[in-house]
C-alpha cells in the first residue's frame, strides 16, 4: 500500500492537499481539484490574477439559464475573484517572469484555500505573495480573499485592481446582461440578469488596505466595477489586502443588488468572518469526519471527497439538487441525474440529514415536471427526467454532436430509456425515511413521490400475454453500453420494489394520516382497481433470475451475445466502447458499470431478493470481469469495492476503492476538468463506511462487521439512525 503521501505534484496530509508545483498543462483539472464553496456557490480553484486559457467558474446553486434552443444549464456567474497586480509597471502573472517557489494549499478542516509565491518579475524584481480566499459556511452570500504581498529586493511602486468580472462565459456563451453599476461607501457594485431566465443577481465588493498609505478608487468598466489603489510597498514590508464580496439573486430575496450592498454594510473585519466560517466547518465535521489511522492518502482522499460533497449540497434551500459535476466544472451542465439519490444521498442521510432532506425536497418539488414528461412519452403518473436542471423537465441533450467537421451527430437515448430513476428516486426516498423516521416529510412530499412515479409504471409495464407475465421493454439499465434493451433485471426488479413500498406506504398513510391520504387518493386518482393492478404487477413483473445458477440475466438475450475477454484488449487507454465503436459494444457482453452487480448492491442494504452471499458470489463471478471498470463510467468502482468488500476479496475492495477516491484527485480518468465526480465521491463514502465498515442497516440497529484494509490501524466515523447517533471506532483485529 502506498502511503507516500506524495504524488503527480500534489502532497497528502491528513487534513490538506498542497501542490507544490505549477504545472500549466493540469491548469483545468487543477482548477477542479481545488474549488471551494458553500452549498450556496462553488468556485472552480482558477487563480485570481488570470491565466492564459483559464476556466474560471462560479456556479450559483439553481441558476439555471438556456442557451436558446440548445441547453439548459447552469450558469457561470459573475467572477469575483479577479484581483490583478501590477509591481513597477509589471503585471503579476505566472506564464511571465520566473516561479522561484510555489505552494498551493486546500485546507479541507477550515474550508480555505492558499497559494504562496516567490515570483521574480521579466525585469528581476522579486515579489513574495501570499493568497487566501473562502466562500463563508457561516453566511453563505460572504466570500472573501486576502492578498500579502512583500517586495523581496526592493521597494516597489504596486497597483492593485480588485474587480468583479460580469463578463463570465459559459465556453464562448455569456448568459448575463448588465443591468447596472455603481459604487457605495463601502465598495463597488454589479446588477446583471440572466438573459432568458431573467434570474437577476446583485454582487458587491470592499477591500481594505494594511501595511501602507493607500487610498481606494473606483473604476467603472461597463460591467467590470473595479477598485483601484496605488502604493508604495518597502521592501520586506508586508502589505495586506482583504477583499470581501457579497453576493444574492433573485431566487432568495426580491432585491439582490440591495441586499448584496446592505450584507457588504454590516459586514465585520474579514478576520471576524473567516472565525465564523471556521467554526461553521468544525460543526459540519463533528457529524461527517472519516477518520482513518495507517493511510495517510487515503484519509486525505476521503475528506477530500466529503469536502467536494459538503460544499455542494444546499443548506437553505429545497428547490435544488446536487449536479453530477457539483457546483464545480462545466460537465454535464449543472444537470441532476440519479448519481444524487444512490450515490450521493446515503452519506447526507447519515450524517447530516436535514441536507438529505432538502435533496429529495427538490424531486418533490419537480414533480410536475415528471409528470409534463409522462404525458408527453403517453403515459401516467411521473417519469422523472433522466437529466433535470430547475423545473424537473427533461433536459438531457438529444444529439452529442460531433467535434470533427465531418462526424456524425450520435442520438443519446438515455432521454427516452434510461427510465430507472423513477426507482431510484423512490428507493431514495424510502431509506431516508427508515434512516430518520420523518414522517411528516414523508407525509407531505415521499408519499408522493413514491405513489406517482408507481402510477408511471403502471402505465409503462406491458402484459406479455403468450408469457403471462408483465415486462418493460426497450429500455436502458445502468450499463450504458447496451442502449434498447427489454426487461432489464436492475429496471424490472427495482420497479418490482417500488410497487411493493407504494402499496405499504398508501397504507400507512390512510392509518396515519387519513386526511393526507384522502387528498392523495383523489388527486392521483387511487382506485382500488389500480390499488389491485399494483399488487398484480408485484407478482407479475419478470425478473430474468435463474435459480438453478443463480445468475441473474442482465437483459432477455444477454447471454446469447458474444462474448468478450477484457484481457485481450490491454494494455489500453480508452473505453471499450470507445474502442468498439456503439454498435460493436452493443453487441457484447461488455459494460460500462454494474448493472446487475448495482442492483445486488442495491438490495443489499435489506436482504432483499433476490441477496445472498451465493447469488452474489456467482453474479460477481460472471459480470466484475466483463465490467470496463477502469475506462467506463466513475459511477463503478467504488460499488464494486463494497461487493468486494462483501465478498472478502480485500486488495480488491482497496484498489477499486481507490480508484474511486482519486479520480479527481489525480485526474485518474482524465476528464477532472470538466469538474468533480460527484457520484464518486458519494461512493467513496458507503465504500468505506459500508464497505469496509462493513455496516448493516436491516435491524434497530446499524451494525457494523468490518474488513479493514491491510495497514488501517483504525477507522472511525458516526451514523444518525432513528433519532440517535451512532458512533464506530474500528480496529483491526489482532
Ligand atoms: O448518471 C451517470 C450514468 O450512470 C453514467 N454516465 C454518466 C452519468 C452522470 O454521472
Known sequence: MDTTGCSHHLSYADWSLSETQFDPNQLHSRETVFTIGNGYLGTRGSFEEGYPHALPATFIRGVYDEVPIVYTELANCPDWLSFTITADGERFRLDRGEILSYERQLDLHWGILNRRVRWRSPNGKTL????????????????????????????????????????????????????????????????????????????????????????????????????????????????????????????????????????????????????????????????????????????????????????????????????????????????????????????????????????????????????????????????????????????????????????????????????????????????????????????????????????????????????????????IGADEYHEQVNNNALTNRMVQWHLEKAIYVFDWLSNRFADRAAELKQKLHLTSERCRRCQDIVTNLWIPYDPTTRLIEQFEGFFNLEDINLDDYEPRTRSMQALLSIDGANKRQVLKQPDVLMLLYLMRGVGEFPYSQEVLLKNWGYYAPRTDITYGSSLGPAIHSILASDLGASAEAYERFMQAALVDLEDVRGNAADGIHGASAGGVWQAVVLGFGGIHLAGDEPVANPHLPSGWMRLHFKLHWHGKWHEFDLRPIS
Not at 493568497?131 to 529586493?153: K, M, N, Y
Not at 447519515?350 to 409534463?372: D, K, S, V
Not at 408469457?467 to 429500455?475: A, G, L, P
Open 128 to 475: 513574495d505573495l501570499d493568497f487566501q480566499r473562502f466562500a463563508s459556511l457561516a453566511d453563505e452570500h460572504v466570500l472573501g480573499i486576502r492578498c500579502q504581498l512583500t517586495p523581496v529586493d526592493c521597494d516597489s511602486l504596486i497597483e492593485i485592481q480588485a474587480s468583479i468580472n460580469g463578463y463570465p462565459e459559459n465556453q464562448g456563451f455569456d448568459h448575463w446582461e448588465w443591468l447596472d453599476q455603481g459604487k457605495t461607501d463601502r465598495g463597488i457594485w454589479l446588477q446583471v440578469h440572466t438573459r432568458t431566465s431573467r434570474i437577476e443577481l446583485g454582487m458587491a465588493s470592499g477591500m481594505t488596505v494594511s501595511g501602507a498609505e493607500a487610498l481606494l478608487q473606483v473604476t467603472s468598466v461597463p460591467g467590470y466595477p473595479t477598485l483601484t489603489t496605488t502604493f508604495l510597498a518597502a521592501v520586506e514590508k508586508t502589505v495586506t489586502l482583504e477583499k470581501v464580496v457579497t453576493v444574492f439573486t433573485s431566487r432568495e430575496v426580491e432585491a439582490p443588488v440591495q441586499a448584496a450592498q446592505v450584507k457588504l454594510a454590516q459586514l465585520p473585519a474579514y478576520s471576524v468572518l473567516l472565525t465564523a466560517h471556521e467554526q461553521a466547518w468544525d460543526e459540519i465535521w463533528q457529524k461527517s469526519d472519516v477518520v482513518v489511522e495507517g493511510d495517510t492518502k487515503a484519509q486525505l482522499a476521503i475528506r477530500y471527497n466529503l469536502f467536494q460533497l459538503l460544499i455542494s449540497a444546499s443548506r437553505h434551500d429545497k428547490r435544488v439538487s446536487i449536479p453530477a459535476k457539483t457546483l464545480s466544472g462545466f460537465g454535464y451542465r449543472g444537470h441532476i441525474f440519479w448519481d444524487t439519490e444512490i450515490f450521493i444521498l446515503p452519506f447526507f442521510t447519515f450524517t447530516q440529514p436535514e441536507i438529505a432532506r432538502n435533496l429529495l425536497t427538490y424531486r418533490c418539488h419537480t414533480l410536475n415536471g415528471a409528470r409534463r414528461k409522462a404525458a408527453f412519452y403517453g403515459y401516467k403518473g411521473a417519469m422523472f427526467a433522466w437529466e433535470s436542471a430547475d423545473t424537473g423537465d427533461e433536459v438531457t441533450p438529444r444529439w452529442a454532436l460531433p467535434n470533427q467537421p465531418y462526424g456524425e451527430e450520435v442520438r443519446i437515448w438515455c432521454r427516452d430509456r434510461e427510465i430507472h430513476i423513477s426507482s431510484d428516486i423512490a428507493y431514495a426516498v424510502w431509506y431516508y425515511w427508515q434512516a430518520t423516521g420523518d414522517d411528516e416529510w414523508m407525509r407531505d412530499c415521499g408519499a408522493e413521490i413514491i405513489l406517482d412515479t408507481a402510477i408511471f409504471w403502471m402505465s409503462r409495464v406491458e402484459w406479455n400475454t403468450q408469457q403471462e407475465r408483465y415486462e418493460i421493454r426497450e429500455v
